[in-house]
């Protein structure tokens, strides 16, 4: 049993509050609660959440009850229950197990409540798991031990929804319904499938194994090869492979052939078909469109169209989340997208975990704690897709997902005066300011417990249903095409002497001055670079106005309105300066831009970046030109 619980001493709903979202506008909606009455509670389930009294090391126990979103104890915690498992179907098993941990121990019994928490099924069963597609898997011990899981061990069946006894007990293993089957084995370990009124639709033993449906096709295997077959029995996909995914995803499946040392593996749609070639090492299951394999000890991605989208090229990667996944090379980490470009840079933070679609990023590696939704102690920055910062570093002590649309942030240490904690979406805007509450727990079904002013509550998520989603992913972009390289003629040196050099410019009709820096060749003649903040500046509110962002790149946005940071059409020093080729690549609108560039530093160590306005003109969209009349001269229309 997978459970989120926020610790706290809960109590009995008795007051609505409404408090100003400032993001939304609109009233963030708060059932407060009163009267102790519990210590700990779980996520809601089909609008029902678990809560409980005590842990395992308790002498009295556990004490479960059950909390409705209104805040009404459905069953009010006692001794009557001392595990309830979350609500599936609209039913909950309930047990005297008091181990907290769900494993069947002889002398503990189970039954089953419903949403009312009417107890259907009395506590006679040795084990019964959880409800999916309305059955649930009820089992009786054999022997007078603990069972080990063997099928000589159990009698197993299943229950319905109104707690009937539906399929006898006579199998040895039994398995959830899916896709309106499930998978049952005898005692000799034959198996085969069944459907809710227990008649056998794939008999037993047909297949030497199987397992469950997904996507309307089950993983059978005779002998040493395996394939797939439909929901009537009927192979679809030959036996013919010496080694299958044990399920399709994504409408794809993974499969090997050759002896195990010199074994290949590729992938195969529902038809059969060979989308990706069996050609290396090792491959995973595909997860939103997109599969990690293994090539000569690398890492790489193939998407279900079969193009390599990511080349083994890294030393590690993460399954994709929300269209992005971490990639690891020589011990830095950076974002790649689903067409492979790299959102964040290899190195650009010591850290970075993917929520929602969203990048939580640090500069430092330490962290509060996996289990507390992968938190990180300062120096955190909230990104977005295209790596662009939504909450910079300084902000928060902490960010982290609280699922829905929604990241808690902190500012303080937990257990201090200092601490305090609030909301923001994904846009970086405040849903509730810190401060306002003085814990919140993860989101599930609309739904989140609170604590405010020592009091403790149920929160309804104030973002419409629409932003709480997952972000749409679209179809599968085409693989990353890094950009063609400047003329190695044309190649900035490494480091050298930048010379003052102050230039009129004629922008859209009026004469601007800027501070530009010039490179001379081998014949002496000067090439001028120009600060890019200083062009955005200029050029903000015209038809090409673009913005400009830093997240161990440089990131330029089209079409937007250039937010200042107080630099611009100024410099910190003057006369001719020393320089570095910039290293840092430059990303237009989320895509690699082959444009040659020059840092200068100021006494301080602050970076300032210049380009050439002509190759900024060419990239951006707004013509650079000269004439003996006007001189050097910019139009933007």
């Known amino acids: 049993m997978k459970r989120r619980f926020l610790p706290m001493l809960l109590s009995i ?23 102790d009455a519990f210590e700990h509670s779980g996520d809601f389930h089909g609008g029902l959440a678990v809560v409980f009294d005590g842990w395992w090391n308790d002498p009295e126990g556990t004490r479960y009850g059950v909390v409705d979103a209104s805040g009404k104890l459905v069953v009010t915690p006692s001794g009557a229950y001392q595990l309830i498992e979350d609500f599936h179907d609209g039913r909950a098993i ?29 506590m006679s069963y040795d084990k019964i798991e959880d409800y999916a597609e309305g059955m649930a ?5 054999l022997s007078g031990k603990s069972p080990a899981g063997l099928t000589n061990e159990w009698e197993m069946g299943y229950l319905d929804l109104d707690g009937e006894l539906a399929v006898p007990m006579k199998y040895g293993d039994a398995g959830d319904f899916s896709e309106g089957l499930a998978l049952v084995a005898d005692k000799d370990w034959n198996r085969g499938f069944i459907d809710k009124t227990g008649k056998e639709v794939i008999p037993l033993g047909e297949f030497d194994d199987l397992w469950d449906f997904r996507e309307g096709l089950a993983y059978a295997k005779k002998g040493e090869k395996a394939g797939y077959i439909n929901t009537d029995g009927e192979v679809v996909i030959p036996l013919e492979y010496d080694q299958a995914a044990l399920e399709f995803s994504d409408g794809m499946a993974i499969v090997g052939m050759g002896e195990l040392q010199e074994r290949k593996f590729g992938a195969i749609d529902k038809t059969g078909t060979v989308i990706v070639p069996l050609e290396y090492e090792a491959m995973q299951d595909f997860h939103e469109g997109m599969a990690m394999f293994w090539e000569n000890g690398k890492v790489g991605f193939v998407n279900k169209n079969g193009q390599v989208a990511i080349p083994a090229v890294y030393d590690d990667a993460e399954l994709f989340d929300g269209g992005l996944c971490v ?31 969203m990048v939580i990023a640090s ?21 977005d897709a295209d790596g662009q910062v939504v909450i910079p570093a300084d902000r928060y002590d902490a960010i982290y997902s609280v699922g829905e649309g929604l990241f808690q942030v902190e500012a303080g240490n937990i257990g201090t005066p200092e601490y305090q904690t609030g909301l923001i979406d994904r846009a970086g805007n ?16 609309g739904l989140a417990w609170v604590v405010g002013d020592g009091k403790y509550g149920i929160l309804k998520n104030p973002l419409p249903p629409e932003e709480r989603q997952a972000p749409d992913l679209g179809e599968l972009p085409a693989p990353y095409v890094e950009p063609a390289q400047p003329d190695p003629a044309e190649t900035i040196p ?45 050029l903000n509110g015209t038809g090409v106005q673009f913005d400009v962002g830093w997240n161990g790149a440089v990131n330029i946005e089209t079409g937007k309105a250039y937010a200042p940071n107080g630099s611009e059409m100024s410099t910190p020093f003057s006369g001719d300066r020393a320089y570095e080729a910039a290293s840092a690549p430059t990303n237009i609108d989320g895509q690699r831009a082959a444009l040659g560039a020059i840092v200068l530093k ?36």
């Not at 609109?26 to 009163?34: F, K, P, V």
């Not at 930048?498 to 530009?516: P, R």
């Not at 160590?605 to 001269?633: C, H, M, N, P, Q």
Request: aromatic share 8%; net charge negative; hydrophobic share 40%.
């Open 137 to 141: 898997v009820v089992k009786k011990a």
């Open 494 to 538: 490494a480091a050298g002497l930048a010379y003052a050099s102050t230039q009129f410019v004629l922008v859209d009709g009026q004469n601007v001055e800027f501070q530009c820096y010039a490179l001379k060749d081998a014949s002496g003649n000067d090439t001028n670079y120009i600060k890019l903040r200083d062009v955005a500046s200029v």
């Open 363 to 383: 500069d430092i590696e330490t962290m509060k704690g996996e289990e507390h939704y992968g938190m990180y102690i300062s120096h955190v920055s909230l990104l």
């Open 94 to 122: 309930v047990s005297t197990d008091k181990g907290m941990d769900g494993i069947a121990r002889i002398g503990e019994k189970y039954g089953v409540i419903d949403a009312n928490g009417k107890l259907l099924v009395p």
């Open 602 to 637: 100021d006494d301080q160590g602050g970076a300032f970046t210049y380009y050439k306005l002509r190759d900024l003109g060419t990239a951006l969209g707004f013509a650079v030109d000269w004439s003996a009349e006007k001189g050097i001269f910019i139009e933007t229309k």
């Open 430 to 445: 405040v849903v509730i300011p810190l401060g306002e509450l003085e814990g919140i727990s993860g989101f599930s079904e």
């Open 327 to 357: 990639v690891t090379k020589d011990g830095q980490r950076g974002v790649a997208d689903r067409s492979g470009r790299l959102v964040v840079p290899l190195g650009a933070y010591e850290y970075v975990k993917l929520a929602q679609g």
């Open 13 to 35: 709903a008795t007051a609505l509050s409404l408090l100003p979202a400032p993001a939304l506008g609109a009233e963030l909606e708060i059932t407060w609660l009163a009267e």
